[in-house]
């Protein structure tokens, strides 16, 4: 069983369209997150949801809008996407708990490129 | 504020031969640190954690990473090289604060040669 799942792998499309990415895990975990890759294999994080709370929030443009619809899952919604929105986008979803050191379990990623 | 330092972008090893890919971090608190591995077109795969316990971590794959506070680092190692560990390599830190974010270092590709 996938513990944390993203679709889809790979999204084309258009500059000025709106897309989504949905992640889901079946971790039981309570907090979940986004992370851009950008071409340099650099990795940020963009959001945060903690028991479907936003918890992080950082610097993205507001065209970013994650959606919890519950604790198990995360999507992405990019409106007026733009060529710089190319780049793999990370899900990932950890338990609290200080002796884990909120150790974080990444999904397969999802490839976006913008035309 | 926390950070990592990942101080090499490229590692080449032959297959058989030991490998060292060096890391160091900044915090304020007390942090978690981790290594991830990527290999191509893949996700993030946790290699290994130090949680304040043992500051000699193995982990999977016969890697292991030593916490050496006095350095502020957290070297990955391992005895011999495979060509299947030719990958890119992460060193992240995690502060145990409301935010729970990791923050990532630069990355360090591995290249095997046979």
């Known amino acids: 069983d996938t513990a944390v799942s993203q679709t889809p792998k790979y999204l084309v499309t258009q500059m000025g369209n709106d897309k989504s990415i949905k992640c889901e895990q079946n971790l039981g975990h309570d907090t979940m997150y986004w992370y851009k890759q950008d071409s340099k294999k650099f990795l940020k994080i963009m959001f945060s949801y903690n028991n479907k709370e936003l918890i992080i929030n950082e610097t993205v443009p507001n065209r970013f809008s994650p959606k919890s619809p519950d604790k198990a899952h995360l999507n992405l919604h990019i409106n007026s996407l733009e060529l710089g929105d190319s780049a793999v986008y990370f899900c990932?979803?950890?338990?609290?708990?200080?002796?884990?050191?909120?150790?974080?379990?990444f999904g397969p990623g999802t490839r976006l490129t913008v035309t | 504020a926390q950070s990592v330092t990942q101080l090499d972008s490229h590692v080449s090893v032959s297959e058989g031969t030991p490998v060292l890919l060096r890391c160091n971090y900044s915090s304020s608190y007390s942090p978690s640190l981790f290594w991830y591995v990527q290999h191509p077109n893949k996700g993030l795969q946790l290699l290994l954690k130090y949680t304040s316990a043992a500051t000699l971590v193995k982990g999977i794959n016969g890697f292991e990473a030593e916490f050496k506070k006095s350095e502020t680092s957290f070297h990955l190692t391992k005895p011999s090289a495979h060509m299947s560990d030719a990958a890119e390599y992460f060193c992240?830190?995690?502060?145990?604060?409301?935010?729970?974010?990791?923050?990532f270092g630069s990355g360090t590709r591995l290249q095997v040669q046979p």
């Open positions: 992240v830190v995690s502060v145990v604060t409301g935010r729970r974010a990791l923050t």
């Open positions: 990932a979803s950890s338990q609290g708990g200080s002796g884990s050191g909120y150790e974080q379990y």
